[in-house]
């Protein structure tokens, strides 16, 4: 099967613009929908982005995501960055009836 | 609403058998537009797959446990549970239960609160 790497973490200002990363290590990140997941300390996790790009309604447009076949990854991108968008942010997809998450990465807004 | 809500003890002694159960309000678990799985996290550390379920009752589970790991659904009870045996301290997590839509990649849209297991003598 695949793995999602993400990186550990990332760091930005209030009011900037963080991407985080995820890319899958084999097979092509095009041939499953990924997801990205906010889990905020002691909370279960709530979904941010599906299907690679969308949005759940109640979600800000601060939040969009991309793949790109080129790094075969996906990203998750965060504009005018809130101290309350700080949490740990997880990458999902999916392949032959397996489900796959990244490893994490905790965004710290300073 | 939906909600999930785990049930089970939070205490598991090694080389035993951890059992919980999710019972599923708000909804109905034999809809084919779902599948239900089971999601766990060690303290600190990221999440991890543990196995899902359809509401026929055909089950899908991460190779890396599959062969401790029984998933079955109950429907009259509108619940599922995740038996997972020959546990160690590795095993020790937050276990969530959740819901996740039946598409081309499945996601989940409803979690659980999440119950702490501990495995220790």
């Known amino acids: ?110 | 609403q939906l909600q999930l809500q785990e049930s089970g003890p939070g205490l598991v002694k090694p080389s035993e058998t951890l059992s919980l159960t999710c019972t599923v309000s708000g909804g109905s678990i034999s809809s084919s537009s779902y599948y239900w799985g089971w999601i766990r996290q060690p303290p600190g550390k990221g999440l991890e797959w543990i196995g899902s379920i359809y509401y026929s009752g055909s089950t899908y589970y991460n190779p890396s446990l599959k062969s401790r790991v029984t998933i079955s659904v109950d429907t009259s009870k509108n619940q599922f549970s995740l038996k997972l045996s020959s546990v160690t301290a590795a095993d020790t997590a937050v276990y969530y239960c959740a819901r996740a839509i039946a598409a081309r990649s499945p996601r989940v849209d409803y979690w659980g609160q999440g119950t702490l297991v501990t495995v220790s003598s």
């Open chain 1, 1 to 110: 099967n695949f793995m999602l790497t993400q990186p550990h973490s990332v760091s930005e200002s209030p009011g900037k613009t963080v991407t985080i990363s995820c890319t899958r290590s084999s097979g092509s990140i095009a041939s499953n929908y990924v997801q990205w997941y906010q889990q905020r300390p002691g909370s279960s996790p709530t979904t941010v982005i599906y299907e690679d790009n969308q949005r759940p309604s109640g979600v800000p447009d601060r939040f969009s995501g991309s793949i790109d076949s080129s790094s075969n990854s996906a990203s998750l991108t965060i504009s005018g960055l809130k101290t309350e968008d700080e949490a740990d942010y997880y990458c999902q997809s999916y392949d032959s009836s397996t489900w796959v998450f990244g490893g994490g990465t905790k965004l710290t807004v300073l």
